[in-house]
C-alpha cells in the first residue's frame, strides 16, 4: 500500500480549480497524432463531479446540442492540460442527469 500511496501522491495535481456541477468549462486536452501533439478544448455544463479518493475524481462534462456529447475526464491525468471556468452556474443537484433529456433552451442552467 504505500508504494500505491507514494505513487498518488507524485501524480497528483496541486492546481486543479473548484469545480462545482453546473459550472460551464472548457477542459483542455492533449491529443496525439502521430509525432506531434496538440491541445483540443472541449466546453460544456459540468454534470457530475466524482470526487473519488486521491488520484481517481473525475468530471463529466456534456456539450448540449441536438446530439449531445459526453466526456468523462479524469482531474489528474497528464493529458489534461488545464482546465477554464466559465461560467458559475445556479443548480439545487449533484448530479444534473436530467440535462440529457433536454434539449435547445431547456437544457440551460441559470447563472449566479
Not at 56 to 84: C, D, M, Q, W, Y
Amino acid at each position: 500500500m504505500k508504494k500505491l500511496e507514494e505513487f498518488e501522491k507524485s501524480n497528483i495535481k496541486k492546481e486543479t480549480p473548484e469545480i462545482k456541477t453546473g459550472y460551464t468549462v472548457r477542459v483542455f486536452q492533449k491529443i496525439k497524432e502521430k509525432k506531434k501533439e496538440r491541445l483540443q478544448a472541449f466546453e460544456g455544463i459540468v454534470i457530475a463531479v466524482k470526487h473519488g479518493k486521491g488520484i481517481s475524481g473525475t468530471l463529466t462534462v456534456r456539450r448540449p446540442g441536438n446530439i449531445g456529447v459526453e466526456k468523462t475526464f479524469p482531474l489528474h491525468s497528464p493529458l489534461v492540460e488545464k482546465i477554464e471556468i466559465l461560467k458559475k452556474g445556479k443548480v439545487r443537484r449533484s448530479k444534473l442527469y436530467y440535462l440529457r433529456e433536454k434539449t435547445g433552451k431547456k437544457a440551460k442552467v441559470k447563472n449566479k
